[in-house]
C-alpha cells in the first residue's frame, strides 16, 4: 500500500508562490507517476500537473502553465509543485495523486492513491 503526504499549503498574497512536497512511503517514488491536482469550494477536483517515471515527462493544466513546475527527487520519494505567481482563483485543496500507469494521472484522472491534501489560499 502506498501511503502520500503532502505539505507546504497555506496564506499567501496574489502574486506570492509557494512549494507543495508529496512524500511518498510504501513503494518507491521511482515506480511510480505522480501528480497533482486540486479542488476549490463547490467546484469538482481537476487536475494540475503530472510527471512520469522519466521526469522529462511533464504535463499540465492549461491554467497553471508557466506558473506552476511540477519536478521529483526519488531520491526523497518526493514530488514537488512549484507554484509562482499564484492567483486567487488557484485557492483550493491540492491533492498528491500516484500510480503505476501515467495516464491514470493525466487521461482518466483516478490515480489509485491519494494524500490527505493541502489547503492553498490565495489572498487579492
Known amino acids: 500500500q502506498v501511503q502520500l503526504v503532502e505539505s507546504g499549503g497555506g496564506l499567501v498574497q496574489a502574486g506570492g508562490s509557494l512549494r507543495l512536497s508529496c512524500v511518498a512511503s510504501g513503494r518507491p517514488a521511482s515506480s511510480l507517476a505522480m501528480g497533482w491536482f486540486r479542488q476549490a469550494p463547490g467546484k469538482e477536483r481537476e487536475f494540475v500537473a503530472a510527471l512520469g517515471l522519466s521526469a522529462e515527462s511533464t504535463y499540465y493544466a492549461d491554467s497553471v502553465k508557466g506558473r506552476f513546475t511540477i519536478s521529483r527527487d526519488n531520491a526523497k520519494n518526493t514530488v514537488y509543485l512549484q507554484m509562482n505567481t499564484l492567483k486567487p482563483e488557484d485557492t483550493a485543496v491540492y491533492y498528491c495523486?500516484?500510480?503505476?500507469?501515467?495516464?491514470?494521472?493525466?487521461?482518466?484522472?483516478?490515480?489509485?492513491?491519494w494524500g490527505q491534501g493541502t489547503q492553498v489560499t490565495v489572498s487579492s
Open positions: 495523486g500516484a500510480d503505476a500507469l501515467l495516464r491514470m494521472l493525466v487521461v482518466t484522472k483516478t490515480p489509485d492513491y
